[in-house]
């Protein structure tokens, strides 16, 4: 079955759908990017790592924390109460292993090294919840590519969490107007310099450029037609429930009536 909506599907962006969506979109931005980079520029899926440790309240075993009211048995010293040991909350700290993919662009050197020209970012939902570690991890490496000889590719296909990219929300509100998703592109030889592509529902995905080192064209990255294979390969057509009560975040009364019409046209799924 089709995607049904002629833009970003809302319903991925639900927590239980939007991971794979995340690593999929990283997957063909790649497999996109390697048909339209001239030589010598290649594409390639890297990786962070962190480790989330979250804390969890064990119920403390009662027969182990308590010991026994007892008097000692001697005829020299008065008998004595041994005390109750004080109940101690007991927690469990849990390593939760976590990964994230983003692409990047490089180029490979004269001595037999590589140069990463551009790097390109789907922001995740751990990039967009405060507080936790990969927003974090996150922001510390923006920071640093933004001071670098590198640019930077952030696509924004969550409508919630907090803003991540690096133009305020209210000034690129004030020019763009209201506005579902983004994409932010800077080039390290315009510091300071955005390049923003604001799209509400339900417009498809732009048309992106992507630069490359100065003196060589952009090359341009079609993001519907990215969405679209990974919709197309994806589970989503037999994994989602279209209903518009489960969607996460909500639409506005408008937009959900829009999302109802919408998947009323489409043929019953597989």
């Known amino acids: 079955m089709p995607a049904p909506f002629p833009g970003m599907d809302p319903f991925l962006e639900h927590p239980d759908f939007f991971p794979d969506l995340h690593g999929a979109l990283h997957v063909y931005i790649r497999e996109s990017l390697q048909r339209l980079l001239p030589p010598p520029y290649f594409a390639v899926i ?3 790592l962190w480790v989330e440790t979250t804390a969890r309240y064990i119920e403390p075993d ?3 924390l308590y010991g026994d009211w007892s008097v000692a048995e001697s ?4 008998p004595m109460a041994t005390p109750t040991r004080t109940r101690p909350l007991v927690f469990e700290l849990a390593h939760d292993q976590r990964s994230e993919s983003f692409v990047e662009i490089r180029t490979r ?14 922001l995740s939902l751990s990039n967009k919840t405060p507080g936790d570690k990969g927003r974090e991890l996150y922001l510390q490496k923006q920071a640093e590519i933004l001071a670098s000889e590198v640019h930077l590719v952030e696509v924004d296909l969550l409508r919630g969490g907090e803003h991540t990219t690096p133009m305020p929300l209210d000034r690129l509100r004030r020019k763009a107007g209201p506005f579902d998703y983004h994409v932010s592109v800077h080039r ?11 799209w509400q529902l339900p417009a498809p995905l732009p048309v992106i450029g992507i630069p490359l080192l100065p003196g060589d064209d952009e090359v341009s990255l079609d993001l519907q037609a990215v969405f679209t294979r990974c919709y197309d390969t994806g589970p989503y057509a037999r994994r989602v429930v279209y ?15 829009w999302a109802q019409q919408m998947l009323q046209r489409q043929p019953a799924g597989p």
């Not at 005829?75 to 008065?78: G, L, N, T």
């Not at 510091?191 to 923003?196: M, N, Q, S």
């Open 75 to 78: 005829s020299a010293v008065a």
């Open 46 to 48: 890297n990786e962070r």
């Open 188 to 198: 390290f030889d315009q510091r300071g310099r955005f390049f923003i592509y604001p």
């Open 62 to 64: 009662t027969d182990v």
């Open 243 to 257: 209903d518009p009560a489960r969607l996460v975040p909500t639409l506005n009364p408008e937009k959900t009536d």
């Open 109 to 122: 050197l004269a001595d037999g090294g590589e140069r990463v020209v551009t790097a390109i970012e789907v």
